[in-house]
DNA sequence: TGGTGATTTGGTAGCGCTACCATTTTTTTC
DNA sequence: GAAAAAAATGGTAGCGCTACCAAATCACCA
């Protein structure tokens, strides 16, 4: 029976786990806690013997630092909430992936956050994640509840807002100009002949973003003295299938469509599919134009041309504006455009 | 200058962010912190008057709980750590995604990590997430380092190991039957009349969960008295382009080969949209098969045979199981068998 | 009306770590 | 070689919260 070194009634005041603390060190390597603190911490103010001799302790015993417990004496926790709108969304599912493959071997940890699109939500999830102490915060949109928006103002550490592009973010800024890109595909259709062009897109009620792209669709429809304005819609979240059903409504209600432009190119893939399916050649009797660059549209016959958007590269540069932050710096330059592409295929 | 209510030198001992805490909420309602922190967590402990009055406190300051603080006090932190080999992958993401969408309305929040299927970083992450006092923990597989396993097993709270089923898990266990599903397509295959058939895969060198379902494609194989074992394999990570290249690695290889099973949809589905463009037809010159049910694969023209895996479902059971344990009950069972089902559409 | 038990509130002592300052030791300088 | 500066180590006091126990209040019944 090990009783204890001490020898003491070792109750152990609450219900911890036993773990090994940074005191057990100490003892084990025969110096005070703080400086196995600093040693961990700050090795350059620890001479080399000690530091080994706590290493050694440290290894031996098996320590691994509480980060609830180092969070709280100090600040951040080294985690970094990642809040989007959705998670059954492979563009925000890849912007995740480049932003965790960045922030993870620099000690840092994700914390998922997802709003559904719903602003409420993201006000009380901007609350909770912030009782995580954490070190910084990456945010999708620049458009939030005032509430949420004070808080993050007042809480006052690195922030960054991807995926829209705007004047006025609470701290940094990347992504693309969603009105812009909406643009340049209906330009591309224009400019390929087609006149009677039509947007479809899904859940435009709540993604204000893809409303943008539409807004820059028009504009350029306009401004190349196309007056008529097709618009279908649906409110189910985008997928192979809702572009299907969006195609088949296209060409039901207005035959004498000649290009589709979709919202994303999970929709245009589901109308490229049935296309096939159907016997509807692309683009001889109907063109077809997506957003975002799935490599799935690389793919199709035809291949699918899109406006792509690079989004794991966005997460990436996403993690390393906030890092720079993190680490006493300041990035490069706090508002990004990461531009976008117009990938010509054969589908237009 | 507003130099404090206390009047005091207020330097505020660290760098606190000066955030409203349960003390100022005690202190604005004319209670004890301890009570504030009953109104709170258990409430049924707190008379009416009080808890309206507390309640009143709490909105007027715009209180916050630091979770931290909370967490280091008594156990958990309310984070739930996810281990994943990698974002990239459909499948896991979707598991992620139900995982997520079962634990937040809960109030737990889900903390990421990935291993790049190397489980030696998956043993250095489980200290790092252990270092958060997580509530609970979901992994991927049954198969980790030592290290790892002892230490979540001295760890003692609630842990779902998913995607596969064994008789050893750590604690709790939600999958399928990897090397079942495998046999499952291959002998689908047999009995369509198909005898040379061929195993294509990516990563089956650190991937052991298709390495299973190769050993059960071989298994059927032999029980149907085929003796022959085609695999062609390829150490990218799966996506459309790798299944392309396979597909036409095989058929260039062995031309006489009568079906494919691919061990996965993503493979498969790169596979079908080549042969759709070489104009190969399926499954007349020859048939695929995949693994998992990506949506995809109903939209392709054959539509993809495929085995299907509720992986939604999965993430939604798991943290269903976790969630019961972590509420002091104990799960229905702590081993599910989410089962797979063999979809035959017409690719083969 | 006093006594018993149930309920409600409060006090105290940490959880494991680090900021801040004090002390000791080493190095540098004239 | 002594004084001054720099570097290395240690002590103490929390970070904001909750577990545990003690005290106070309430309800109830003989």
Request: glycine share 10%; charged share 25%.
């Amino acid at each position: 029976m090990s009783t204890n070194k001490t020898g003491g009634r070792e109750r152990r005041r609450h219900h911890g786990d036993n773990r090994v603390t940074l005191k057990d060190v100490a003892r084990e390597a025969g110096v005070a806690p703080i400086t196995v603190s600093r040693a961990l911490n700050t090795p350059e103010n620890v001479s080399a013997g000690l530091r080994e001799r706590i290493d050694n302790a440290v290894s031996a015993l098996g320590y691994v630092p509480n980060l609830i417990a180092g969070g709280l004496a100090s600040a951040g926790t080294r985690v970094i909430p990642v809040v989007v709108p959705s998670l059954s969304i492979l563009t925000y599912i890849e912007v995740i992936h480049g932003i965790q493959q960045t922030l993870e071997p620099a000690g840092y940890q994700v914390l998922l956050g997802s709003t559904d699109f719903d602003l409420e939500r993201e006000a009380s999830l901007v609350d909770t994640v912030l009782g995580y102490s954490p070190s910084g915060m990456i945010m999708t949109g620049l458009r939030h509840r005032e509430s949420a928006e004070r808080r993050l103002k007042a809480w006052g550490r690195p922030l960054v807002e991807i995926m829209e592009l705007g004047e006025t973010c609470i701290d940094m800024n990347i992504g693309v100009e969603n009105t812009e890109a909406g643009a340049c595909m209906a330009r591309h259709l224009v400019e390929q002949g087609y006149q009677r062009i039509a947007f479809l897109g899904t859940g435009m009620a709540h993604d204000y973003r893809a409303r943008l792209r539409y807004e820059g669709h028009r504009q350029a429809l306009k401004a190349a003295g196309i007056e008529s304005d097709v618009l279908f819609q649906d409110d189910q979240p985008s997928s192979y299938e809702v572009g299907r059903k969006l195609f088949l409504e296209a060409l039901d209600a207005r035959p004498d469509l000649q290009a589709l432009h979709f919202a994303n190119d999970n929709l245009a893939a589901g109308a490229i599919l049935e296309a096939n399916r159907i016997g509807v050649r692309v683009p001889q009797d109907i063109a077809i134009g997506g957003y975002l660059g799935l490599s799935l549209g690389e793919h199709l016959t035809p291949r699918l041309t899109t406006v792509t958007v690079p989004r794991y590269e966005m997460g990436v540069e996403a993690a390393k504006m906030l890092l720079a932050k993190l680490e006493g710096g300041s990035p490069a330059s706090s508002r990004v455009d990461i531009g976008y592409e117009l990938k010509v295929r054969e589908s237009t």
